[in-house]
């Protein structure tokens, strides 16, 4: 029988990364023991900020830490990242174990670029750094990117507990974060079935966990769904991709240091908008995922139920900054974006999201 391959619908290449993740609440301390073990380390280098240590007390009750390395900078500077690694070679370190955000991810990420020392990584936001292969570093004010597999945490644990001091206010920007990294997955430049299967139970996941979290910040079933819902959303990025919502939030924290979670959290909606109707079969996704009929108003009514950041404004950026931040954007738009980036486009864009104005006008 000959096949007629015109009629194919599915054709892809999908590179799964390789890492053990653990999940269980109370259990990290339990977890970081085993896993230290089983690397068969016994020289550990702890990376976690100053307002992360408490919880990197906890977690490394059962074990035994060389060094303690605690000066962690947000988006990593070339002189921070030195530094913690001639640290790390001075004290002869077999494995790096960070507690805490994507900062802290991040510095561990930097260490083992150069060392190549694997990670046991401990989250405590919603951010994914943890489940990708990206690394982030910032000299003389750029902030630079890339992709190696070596700092890929060997293990990530998560333990829900370590979340639930995490501010309301923070955990809602930072889960929409984890929000950001599932609805550029839907269209990134390596988007497929299997990452817009892990965005979509991502999109589920975060938005039943967000609202139960502000309504009760110790709701643990809540804590444990947003961990879940990062984890998924950061697989589903790495794969993926950055999208055009991507390159716009690096482009603002970058260039113009606006913070990380916030900026992501108010710029989704105004990329969604812009994309969706160019892309109706993820826009159905997302929709379906966020039980609408509509992903737009199924993002807009989350964002309301959560008191989510609603305007750049509130984060440092100005009208000044616009025509800059759009012509950097405009050189790293992917290719494949559903919808073609006009100057014209990408101002509006961030006008809107300056002012807070309603997404519904890009579409
Ligand atoms: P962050 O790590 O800077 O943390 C924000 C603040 O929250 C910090 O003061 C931190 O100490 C505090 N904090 C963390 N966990 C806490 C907890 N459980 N309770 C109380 N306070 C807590 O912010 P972030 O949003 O997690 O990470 C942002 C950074 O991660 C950026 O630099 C971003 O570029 C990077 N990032 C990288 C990737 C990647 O794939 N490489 C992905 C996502 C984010």
Same mark, same amino acid.
């Given at each position: ?52 240590? /408490?919880?990197? $007390? ?12 605690? %000066? ?6 070339? $002189?921070?990242?030195? @530094? ?68 890929? =945490? ?38 497929? =079935?299997? %990452?817009?299967?892990?965005? /979509? ?14 309504? @009760? ?79 737009? /108003?199924?993002?807009? %009514? ?5 008191? /989510?950041?609603?305007?750049?404004? @509130? ?39 300056? $002012? ?8």
């Amino acid at each position: 029988m000959t096949i007629d391959s015109s009629t194919a619908t599915l054709e892809f290449e999908y590179i799964t990364l390789g890492q053990r993740v653990l999940f269980g609440t109370g259990k990290a301390a339990e977890h970081l023991a085993q896993e230290v073990q089983r690397l068969g380390a016994t020289r550990v280098m702890l990376i976690a900020g100053d307002m992360e240590q /408490a919880m990197a $007390e906890q977690v490394t009750a059962q074990i035994e830490v060389v060094v303690n390395y605690s %000066n962690v900078v947000m988006h990593v500077p070339i $002189e921070v990242a030195q @530094d913690a690694r001639a640290v790390a070679r001075d004290n002869a370190i077999d494995v790096l174990v960070c507690v805490g955000g994507g900062s802290t991810t991040g510095l561990a990420k930097a260490v083992a670029l150069e060392t190549r020392l694997p990670i046991i990584a401990v989250p405590t936001t919603y951010a994914g750094s943890e489940a990708t292969n990206v690394w982030g570093l910032t000299e003389a004010s750029r902030k630079t990117t890339g992709v190696d597999d070596a700092v890929l =945490p060997t293990t990530v644990i998560y333990d829900a507990d370590l979340t639930m001091s995490l501010p309301v206010e923070l955990s809602v920007a930072s889960g929409l974060n984890g929000m950001a990294h599932c609805i550029d997955s839907m269209w990134g430049p390596r988007a497929d =079935p299997i %990452n817009q299967a892990l965005a /979509a139970e991502g999109i589920a996941a975060l938005s039943s966990g967000l609202p139960a979290i502000v309504n @009760d910040p110790y709701d643990l079933a809540g804590r444990e769904r947003l961990l879940y819902g990062a984890y998924l959303s950061a697989v589903a990025f790495a794969s993926a991709g950055s999208g055009l919502h991507h390159k716009i939030c690096h482009v603002l924290g970058g260039t113009f240091d606006l913070p990380h979670a916030q900026t992501h959290a108010t710029v989704l909606a105004y990329v969604l908008a812009f994309n969706m109707d160019a892309a109706p079969q993820a826009s159905q996704r997302i929709a379906t995922a966020f039980g609408s009929t509509d992903a737009l /108003a199924g993002l807009q %009514n989350l964002r309301t139920a959560l008191d /989510a950041p609603r305007k750049l404004a @509130d984060y440092g950026f100005t009208a000044d900054g616009i025509a800059e931040a759009a012509e950097i954007t405009l050189d790293a738009v992917p290719a494949n974006n559903p919808r073609t980036v006009t100057i014209k486009d990408l101002t509006q864009l961030l006008t809107a999201a300056l $002012e807070g104005s309603d997404p519904s006008v890009l579409r």
